[in-house]
């Protein structure tokens, strides 16, 4: 299958993803290969709550919050299938972390997650995040794909 540029906007990523305000991290998905890799965006407005403590006087996005964003991008590739249709995915795991440069209001983070393996109801993803061309936090993250509730 072939690399898909998309626009896949909010309303969509709500649609697959069950995270809402404050706490949904991405703001659109741009690139999706099925099975193999997803990039989102996250545009990172001065008005993000965490600023007002993280830190007041020199705002900086916490790094949980950067392996939140790029677990919601993994998600949204593990969830938008067959298989996964009401299923949540749970972050269980991260690996090999490593923040190189902060991300900070004004920054539109560019994170690209690949699908490593899927096994059963337990996956692996190899995420990369960037603002511009400048890598700024890597990790490797596990997720399980739990029964979700029924509305």
């Not at 626009?7 to 099925?34: S, T």
């Not at 709550?49 to 964003?69: D, K, R, T, Y």
């Amino acid at each position: 299958m072939c690399r898909l540029e998309v626009a896949i906007d909010i309303k969509e990523i709500q649609r697959v993803l069950p995270h809402r305000y404050p706490f949904l991290l991405i703001d659109r998905i741009i690139e999706f290969e099925p099975d193999k890799r997803v990039v989102g965006i996250k545009c990172v407005s001065c008005n993000e709550p965490f600023f007002q403590g993280h830190f007041p006087g020199n705002p900086v996005m916490p790094g949980v919050l950067i392996i939140e964003a790029m677990a919601q991008v993994g998600a949204y590739a593990s969830l938008d299938h067959v298989r996964a249709m009401g299923k949540i995915a749970y972050l269980a795991g991260v690996d090999r972390a490593r923040f190189r440069k902060p991300v900070i209001p004004g920054d539109v983070l560019r994170i690209e997650v690949e699908i490593v393996k899927i096994r059963g109801n337990l996956g692996r993803l190899a995420c990369s995040s960037y603002v511009g061309d400048e890598p700024v936090a890597v990790a490797e993250l596990i997720f399980a794909l739990v029964d979700g509730e029924e509305e």
